[in-house]
């Protein structure tokens, strides 16, 4: 069999918060999803051929995409989308099938997870995996193959042919370790390079799942219970990636640090072996101490993303953050302290919060100080607590985002929480919120002795600019 695994190109995404003003300018992240299942594919099917096709990284466009299938011809493709980018999987479908009728598209990640009758609504999209695909996907070739009937495969939903759409809830991969170890060399590291890099970098996942309830995030397609690689297959994983050459590392779990032991022994084991890297990760500001951000700043950490959100005790109850202002302030004083840069996130809006409220938030961020700043506008996702409330509270009228998943639309416009302001009032306080903190001369100096090389300041500049403005 010939399994290709795409990231299709974008010409009609969506947009988000308006934090994706800067994307282009910050770089392609690895395709981590493809990659896992790329590994698992390899290992659970090895008479297969697999290839990892990224035409985002790639610059392909739909035309080049056509072109390229029409070379391979394969007989499985996996796509993996986001809500944001369905308008583009559903375009990229329709010119597949056109082409090669044949094929089987298989379509998983968090929109596959949220909406699997929407997309099996779709005649190009033959199945849905819902949840984490690493099992269910080999397991689906393995039927498609004999001709058998997928029903009972956790996660995998079909349509029959009266158009009805069956599946089976997806189960969570409880040892993480027992999956296959990811091949860097299956993409291309140099397409991946973040503005803050100098050297290659590579994206690492060290544990799924959060266990925390905040009202307004959720990575449905990984579950609420926290599971983690054992400190020695993060080790194991580092190693295989500087074989590649490749020595800088993002770490994307959502919070790197729920067990503290478990940090310090990755880190005592990157110290001990000497292997050199450098690494970022998020973390709770009340999951850290002086302690473990010592161990994680001699390990090769040199960059801490927290998720602040708000600037007072009582927008982070109404978020359900689970964190104080007190915890903020320390956790951001220590990293100051031990010299590793932060950067924090801010919430501009939310449940019962009013321009007086945002107005605070702001003036927070000045007062931390963290390295880097980031503002989103607060929008309520599908699949999260507060797309709940609002549908229960009549703030929200309409299932919206199942309305756009049943029927895409390039007008769709991404909805904000308009409780107490609107989303003009909202958008003005987000590029307010920007223009206070970049454009302090002190910051921009700061920045500027921090250039490593022309390329960082060139794009560094470009980021810098659009702030600005």
């Not at 479908?93 to 997870?113: M, R």
């Not at 091949?183 to 799942?209: I, Q």
């Not at 390295?371 to 929200?396: C, H, R």
């Not at 001369?441 to 403005?469: N, T």
């Amino acid at each position: 069999m010939k399994n290709l695994l795409l990231r299709v190109p974008l010409t009609h995404p969506i947009t988000a918060d308006m934090s994706d003003m800067f994307e282009e300018d910050t770089g392609v992240y690895p395709p981590l999803g493809l990659l896992y299942l790329h590994a698992s594919l390899r290992r659970m099917r090895p008479r297969d051929e697999v290839e990892i096709l990224d035409c985002t990284a790639e610059g392909i466009d739909l035309n080049g995409l056509t072109a390229k299938l029409s070379d391979c011809k394969p007989h499985i493709i996996g796509i993996t989308a986001l809500t944001f980018h369905i308008i583009d999987v559903y375009r990229c479908a329709a010119e597949i099938k056109k082409n090669l009728p044949d094929t089987t598209l298989i379509l998983g990640g968090p929109h596959a997870h949220l909406f699997p009758k929407e997309v099996l609504s779709n005649p190009n999209i033959d199945y849905v995996i819902t949840g984490e695909g690493e099992i269910s996907f080999p397991m689906l070739i393995d039927h498609l193959e004999k001709s058998s009937e997928p029903s009972k495969i956790p996660g995998v939903f079909s349509r029959s042919a009266d158009g009805d759409v069956k599946g089976t809830p997806p189960t969570l991969i409880k040892d993480l370790d027992s999956l296959a170890p990811i091949d860097f060399t299956s993409v291309k590291p140099e397409k991946y390079k973040p503005v803050m890099e100098k050297e290659l970098s590579a994206m690492l996942m060290s544990s799924r799942g959060c266990p925390y309830k905040c009202i307004y995030c959720d990575r449905p397609h990984l579950g609420n219970i926290f599971r983690p690689h054992s400190p020695k297959r993060v080790i194991e994983d580092i190693k295989r990636a500087m074989e590649c050459g490749i020595k800088s590392f993002q770490f994307f779990d959502d919070t790197f640090t729920v067990v503290k032991s478990r940090v310090e022994d990755i880190c005592r084991m990157i110290t001990e072996q000497k292997l050199g890297i450098s690494f970022s990760l998020r973390a709770r500001v009340n999951t850290v101490d002086e302690n473990l951000l010592m161990s994680l700043k001699k390990a090769g950490c040199r960059r801490i993303s927290f998720g602040v959100e708000a600037g007072s005790n009582r927008m982070l109850k109404s978020l359900r953050k689970n964190t104080t202002i007190e915890e903020v302030i320390n956790a951001f004083h220590l990293c100051k302290k031990i010299g590793i840069e932060t950067l924090a996130d801010f919430i501009i809006g939310g449940p019962d919060q009013t321009i007086k409220d945002v107005e605070e938030t702001i003036s927070f961020a000045l007062k931390l100080d963290p390295s880097y700043a980031q503002f989103t506008v607060m929008t309520p996702y599908p699949g999260t607590e507060l797309y709940q409330i609002g549908l229960d509270s009549g703030l929200i009228k309409t299932d919206y985002w199942r309305e756009f998943a049943a029927n895409p639309s390039k007008a769709f416009q991404t909805p904000v929480w308009e409780e107490h302001l609107s989303r003009d009032e909202l958008v003005e306080l987000f590029h307010r919120a920007y223009r206070k903190f970049y454009r302090r001369p002190r910051y921009i100096l700061k920045e500027l002795f921090k250039v490593r090389s022309f390329d960082e300041f060139y794009r560094k500049a470009r980021i810098g600019l659009r702030a600005l403005s």
